[in-house]
């Protein structure tokens, strides 16, 4: 799988200190928080609950905590999981323990935003919005406003897989905890009926009625566009999240070529109704390690090619260009060149599209037929 894409299967590193099993206890999915009347923005010490508005979906508000390092950083987003919400709001007064100005997005429709719930449908951009207003009201505690690294686990790690395609050169580094890579596998793989209800109607249907609709949702299906360095880890026993979303995507990454940009840890004996069953302390601090390496030896900011192909699942944005198919269950290929500003789009069916360039310059059309 290349230098850098390997199993660890033993979580052999040894603890360099007292941590808690609990530390990722975020990124698990134990229980949806009711949905709260939008509280108003606080300020404190170390943490604030701020309100931005989505740039796609006019008139919803979006709640996101903000947690300020001791001194200035860079920022480091957390996404949720699937069932869940961001960790509530709360005043600090005392730094927490991490070197990075922390940013939780709420996504759309749970506890503490508005809107209605997603499955990396216009969601993922909404962290793309929470990024630009980190960046603008809290420069005093940045160091620059690159890089940017993003961290998610369960449906948070599905959502990173498919944020790193589809916002290409947004984040230098990546963390998927038990991620979904494919929603149509994982929609097959519900036997329980615990997920199916969300996808059939965040996404509309099922994988059987409309496929293109679950693969322009799913990093497995666009991973071709990833040149973000990725740090993945999951449960070999994982029962509601299998470890073959893992497995696949890593291996499809190796067949595009870019194991060099991919770090994956399986965790042996861990997993069950919870991700993290039966975990012990060393392979947490193995997790926390491998993903604190993957920040730190990635701190540039990726650079998309000048000229190249990326799959368009509903949206892609980059430093260069934004591009929307008319629905974000559209799947399209867009040749690019970023020296002459021109683009080719091709899909199955005669898709609109539209393109706003960073030059504000802006073009629209519609997709050559494929057939």
Request: aromatic share 10%.
């Amino acid at each position: 799988m290349g230098k850098e894409a390997h199993s660890n299967r033993q979580g052999d590193l040894a603890v360099t200190g007292g941590r808690e099993l609990a530390m990722y206890e975020q990124y698990e999915d134990r229980e949806r928080l009711g949905k709260s009347n939008m509280l108003e923005p606080f300020y404190s010490p170390y943490q604030d609950f701020r309100i931005y508005e989505s740039s796609v979906t006019q008139g919803i508000r979006l709640g996101l905590n903000v947690i300020k390092p001791e001194r200035p950083s860079y920022m480091l987003v957390k996404l949720h999981g699937w069932h869940m919400s961001m960790p509530m709001p709360e005043r600090r007064e005392t730094p927490l323990d991490s070197p990075y100005l922390i940013v939780q997005v709420d996504m759309r429709g749970r506890a503490f935003s508005e809107g209605e719930e997603d499955c990396n449908g216009y969601e993922l951009i909404d962290i793309y919005d929470a990024v630009q207003f980190v960046r603008s009201e809290y420069s005093e505690y940045l160091l620059a406003p690159d890089p940017v690294y993003l961290e998610g686990g369960s449906g948070g790690g599905g959502n990173v897989l498919a944020a790193a395609a589809k916002f290409p050169d947004l984040f230098a580094a990546a963390s998927a905890y038990y991620g979904i890579s494919d929603y149509a596998v994982w929609y097959e793989q519900d036997k329980t009926g615990e997920f199916i209800d969300d996808m059939d109607i965040w996404i509309g249907c099922s994988p059987s009625q409309d496929e293109q609709r679950y693969a322009a949702r799913s990093g497995l299906h666009l991973a071709a566009n990833v040149i973000t360095p990725l740090y993945i880890a999951h449960g070999e026993n994982d029962i509601r999240i299998p470890v073959d979303h893992a497995r696949m995507y890593v291996q499809h990454m190796a067949r595009l070529g870019k194991s060099s940009i991919i770090h994956y840890d399986e965790l042996f004996g861990v997993g069950g109704q919870g991700h993290q069953d039966h975990i012990r302390e060393e392979q947490l601090e193995l997790i926390r390690i491998g993903s604190e390496r993957n920040r730190t030896q990635h701190m540039a900011k990726r650079e998309l090619p000048l000229k190249g192909e990326l799959i368009i699942g509903g949206y892609v944005y980059t430093a260069s260009f934004q591009v929307h198919l008319e629905s974000v269950h559209s799947l399209a290929i867009m040749e690019y060149d970023l020296e002459t500003r021109e683009a080719r789009l091709t899909a199955a069916k005669p898709y609109k599209y539209r393109i706003l360039w960073n030059d504000g310059r802006r073009d629209q059309g519609v997709c050559m037929t494929d057939v």
